[in-house]
């Protein structure tokens, strides 16, 4: 995709990576996207001339933990994130709750001095549209932006609201990827666009390459090994991409990075 009229958006760049280095929004601002080598995101810049003066807002990603404008906003934990106090002398825990595709429903916290330990709720439509009308937003609370729909970052910046996944960006409005599927030729009888193979209840999106069944599926993670119900034991190459990523068994082994070996 180069432009989105819907979303007034009239030009997007692309880089060699095949991820988005500008989004241009004449009437409202421009988004910035730098990354690294591997295409981590390293930083996002948003010009937003909606406002007077215009304000740029710079977000940089270490690892998990999240800056805005050279502020801690909180860093990534297994369970959800933490980040400081209203006066900074101490750590506030908050806590996702998940259904089982992975998308937060419920954000919570041990800070008792908020109304209540309630400070989101999120509803979705299949493709990750939110439900805002039905959804709970405490006054007051750090916004939950990086981890929602399928764990990824909600980019609502000059209300562009895209999901951003490591590989592609996902319109939940339209519930189709921005770009090609990295992956194409190995599913020729798919959509070169569509979201999880169309299959949103089922299965989850693994990070815009392919689908992975919740409930019959197996997840990999590069250099660890994963048994079978068959009794085999299926391991992939610890070079397969970054420590942590995880893949499903048929993405691994398109790529010649498992073997497969009885108990």
């Known amino acids: ?74 860093f990534g934990t297994p369970e959800g994130r933490v980040r400081a106090n209203e006066d900074s002398t101490g750590w506030l825990y908050d806590y996702f709750l998940k259904d089982h595709l992975g998308n937060t429903r419920m954000m919570i916290t041990d800070d008792y001095n908020v109304a209540s330990p309630i400070l989101e709720a999120y509803s979705y439509y299949p493709f990750g549209l939110q439900q805002k009308g039905i959804g709970l937003t405490q006054a007051g609370s750090l916004h939950n932006f990086k981890n929602t729909f399928q764990k990824q970052e909600l980019n609502e910046d000059l209300g562009v609201d895209l999901y951003e996944f490591r590989y592609r960006m996902d319109d939940p ?59 085999e034991i299926i391991e992939t190459s610890a070079e397969f991409g970054p420590a942590g990523l995880i893949f499903g068994v048929s993405t691994a082994a398109k790529f010649g990075l498992t073997r497969t070996r009885t108990k």
């Open 173 to 231: 409005q339209i519930g189709r990827f921005w770009q090609i599927d990295p992956l194409a030729d190995k599913y020729e009888y798919n959509s070169t666009y569509a979201f999880s193979e169309k299959k949103v209840i089922s299965a989850m999106e693994l990070e815009g390459l392919e689908s992975k069944d919740v409930k019959n599926g197996i997840e990999i993670t590069a250099g660890a090994a994963t048994s079978t119900t068959s009794g």
């Open 1 to 74: 995709m180069i432009r989105d009229q819907n979303e007034k958006i009239t030009n997007i760049v692309d880089n060699i990576l095949n991820l988005p280095s500008q989004i241009s929004i004449p009437s409202k601002g421009i988004i910035r996207y730098y990354y690294d080598a591997t295409g981590s995101k390293l930083q996002k810049r948003t010009l937003d001339n909606t406002i007077s003066p215009s304000r740029t807002t710079v977000t940089n990603y270490i690892g998990v933990a999240v800056y805005q404008n050279d502020t801690l906003q909180f």
